[in-house]
């Protein structure tokens, strides 16, 4: 089975711009979940979607947004970048096993503002 | 709210030396804890989890007990090798939460020859 992917991988953008960042997960997983990883926050959970509709949020502001289609490809959105919001974008597509959710990370998407 | 905590890195070992990496949590209820490792320029890579109080996750040489009372889950490997430096991430997920991880601050793991 083919892998998260995760495109485009490099991304610059300068402030004031918006940027949208797509994730392919593996076939068959319906949920999506989105992280920001950054050297000062660590791993910091954005957003999940399961079947098209957002299932957890995390505590990022309005500007960050996303949305998944019928084929559970997901998208994700960030408005009016700020240089903040420079870091590595990781999308994770999960399947339930026995009692937990097992998530498989993409190579992610690493966004820079300037 | 939940949280994890992770001992302090980076960690510089020779390599065959023991390894260990300290995570403790705080969370409600009973959560499931698992370790990821990210090597450079790579995602996450699921290395062990455990779902329950007393279970012992492993995989490729590394091991870690679910200590309820304690609430830890500490990475252990007797033997390290040069490939095995990397990042690695304690995390935990609740079972309310859907597929959503809360992850420690993560500890560079570099292991010299």
């Known amino acids: 089975k083919a892998g998260v992917t995760q495109t485009p991988r490099y991304l610059i953008k300068t402030r004031g711009q918006q940027v949208t960042l797509s994730c392919s997960p593996i076939s068959g997983h319906r949920s999506v979940s989105w992280y920001q990883q950054t050297p000062g926050q660590g791993l910091q959970f954005l957003f999940e979607y399961f079947s098209e509709t957002q299932r957890n949020k995390g505590n990022f502001p309005g500007r960050f947004s996303g949305r998944q289609f019928s084929n559970s490809r997901s998208e994700m959105n960030v408005s009016t970048l700020e240089l903040g919001d420079s870091a590595l974008y990781l999308c994770?597509?999960?399947?339930?096993?026995?009692?937990?959710?097992?998530?498989?990370f993409g190579p992610g998407t690493r966004l820079t503002v300037l | 709210g939940d949280s994890v905590t992770q001992m302090e890195g980076p960690v510089t070992l020779s390599e065959e030396a023991c390894l260990t990496i300290n995570c403790t949590y705080t969370a409600t209820g009973y959560p499931s804890l698992f370790w990821y490792v990210q090597y450079p320029g790579e995602g996450l890579q699921l290395l062990l989890k455990a779902t329950k109080a007393d279970d012992k996750g492993s995989n490729k040489g590394f091991e870690a007990t679910y200590r309820k009372e304690t609430t830890s889950f500490h990475l252990e490997k007797g033997s390290v090798q040069v490939s095995d430096s990397a990042v690695y991430f304690c995390a935990l997920s609740q079972e309310t939460s859907g597929s959503r991880l809360t992850f420690g601050e993560g500890t560079q793991l570099t292991v010299n020859p």
């Open positions: 994770a597509s999960s399947v339930r096993t026995d009692s937990y959710n097992e998530q498989f």
